[in-house]
């Protein structure tokens, strides 16, 4: 069980906007760890969806979508300096909300750099333009000093992954006798340099079953499936390491901003790679574009554009098989979305959410270290969970109270706070904590039934991994 206590008292107000799996499972982790009442928190969302969850605790509760004519005087008359604004929610500007909380002195965090309803998949626009990079230059470009902190990307994925990679890296330094003590920036990069990490996958096997199962027409998720969709039809993005001596045939550079990252161009939902995980073991997953695949590249780089080290980063997601088959249907139809979608949490009946990095290259081969946490124990930690969302909304819930403690930060990425902090509340509501070696590679059993164009020089180099 997780010890219950107070991390601080909080005077001010909350503003959750959006309530969906991801809010209503942030909500009581809010009112259990800080020293809140209910009638300092109000929701504002989209739609009916968690109402009953919101009065069960005594949370006032609003159903207006908010829209690019409507956020401002929605939110502005609920927020003041010092208040903090909770972002859950899908197709609201991230980048108005945050500009919005500057302007009034306002905390901010949120789980994904979010567009305007639409933002994904507007084909007028280029998908350069759709891009998570492009997202995040936007995002980024409104630092500025002595502004309130507001935390971007800050869930499970997008988020605790950057602190994972961190702990992952200390690990393995110990393990091979390297002393490491990473201050900054420069420090973990030289860490990851020096460790010689070449790839590092965001590695994740759902095998959570919902009863009933997923029908024909019908798109099946356990979290968010218009979030899902959306960043599945964005284009498939990694961060490019400077190892690579295959550039893809279908792969783009960006002419501005970090330019750490490259993209593809073909939906993430239709971009498969080979990845590992301690209990699935090799599977291919799903290279759907994320933040983190930007953030912790461009974090890890040395040298002008990755000249002297930069490691490949990138999302690799079998999620549940109603979700694989839901993927496969959604792609028959063009990307366009079934009549029928499903949130499953409480219809969940087993399953495992097994989250965690992988990090592969160094001298015992790969590293897996991450989350093994089962339905069961999910809602035995937290009501209001499955095992997917209490990994994204423990983090949420660490992030907001890093902020409080923190509030003076500005514009600021999960690789830029202090990882150990976050973790050591995180740690409880995870599960299994595991870390596990293993020497497979993305040429294992290879070439067996046809012949292949793989570099067998060199294991780690994106063309191995890469599937279709």
């Known amino acids: 069980m997780v010890a ?25 982790l809010l009112l259990r760890h800080i020293d809140i009442r209910p009638d300092q928190i109000v929701i504002v969302t989209g739609d009916e969806n968690g109402r009953a969850v919101a009065a069960e605790y005594g949370v006032e509760f609003h159903a207006t979508p908010l829209t690019p004519a409507n956020y401002r005087s929605l939110l502005e008359s609920r927020l003041a300096r010092g208040d903090f604004l909770v972002n859950c929610s899908n197709d609201v500007s991230s980048v108005a909300l945050v500009a919005l909380c500057q302007s009034l002195g306002a905390l901010y965090i949120d789980t994904c750099i979010e ?42 994925n997008p988020g605790m992954v950057s602190h994972l990679v961190k702990e992952a890296l200390l690990n393995i330094a110990r393990d091979t006798g390297l002393d490491a ?4 920036r420069d420090g973990w990069a030289r860490l990851a340099r020096n460790l010689n990490i ?21 798109f099946v998720n356990t979290w968010s499936v218009e979030g899902f969709v959306g960043e599945g039809c964005q284009p498939a993005e990694l961060g490019w390491g ?87 249907e959604l792609a028959g139809r063009n990307w366009k979305l079934q009549g029928q979608h499903r949130l499953v949490k409480d219809e969940i009946v087993s399953g495992v959410d097994e989250l965690g990095v992988l990090l592969m290259g160094h001298a015992k081969g790969a590293y897996w270290y991450g989350s093994r946490l089962s339905i069961q124990q999910a809602r035995t930690l937290c009501p209001h969970n499955s095992a997917t969302s209490l990994q994204v909304t423990a983090p949420v819930v660490a992030g907001v109270i890093w902020a409080l403690k923190h509030p003076d930060r500005g514009v600021i990425e999960p690789e830029e706070m202090d990882h150990a902090q976050v973790l050591d509340f995180i740690r409880p509501y995870l599960g299994e904590v595991v870390g596990a070696y293993s020497d497979w590679t993305p040429l294992a059993d290879r070439s067996k039934l046809f012949e292949e164009d793989i570099d067998r020089d060199d294991p780690w180099q994106f063309k191995n991994f890469r599937v279709a």
């Open 115 to 156: 567009p305007w309803v639409g933002g994904y998949t507007d084909a007028s626009v280029t998908p350069e333009a759709r891009s998570n990079y492009a997202l995040r230059e936007r995002a980024l470009a409104l630092k500025r000093p002595g502004m309130p902190t507001a935390i971007l990307t800050h869930g499970a």
């Open 181 to 184: 003590r990473p201050q900054d």
């Open 198 to 218: 070449r790839t590092i996958h965001i590695a994740e096997r759902d095998t959570q079953v919902a009863e009933p199962r997923k029908v024909p027409g019908e």
């Open 4 to 28: 219950i206590r107070k991390e601080l008292a909080f005077a001010g107000r909350i503003v959750m906007v959006g309530f969906g799996s991801i809010g209503q499972g942030t909500l009581p």
């Open 242 to 328: 400077s190892h690579e001596k295959h550039f893809p045939a279908d792969g783009r550079r960006h002419e501005s901003g970090c330019r750490a990252a490259i993209w593809l161009n073909r939906p993430g939902a239709a971009t498969q790679v080979r990845t590992w995980t301690p209990l699935a073991g090799p599977i291919h997953g799903f290279l759907i574009t994320h933040s983190e695949s930007i953030s912790l590249a461009d974090y890890l780089t040395l040298g002008d554009n990755g000249g002297a080290y930069r490691p490949t980063v990138h999302y690799a997601y079998h999620p549940s098989d109603d979700t694989v088959q839901s993927v496969h």
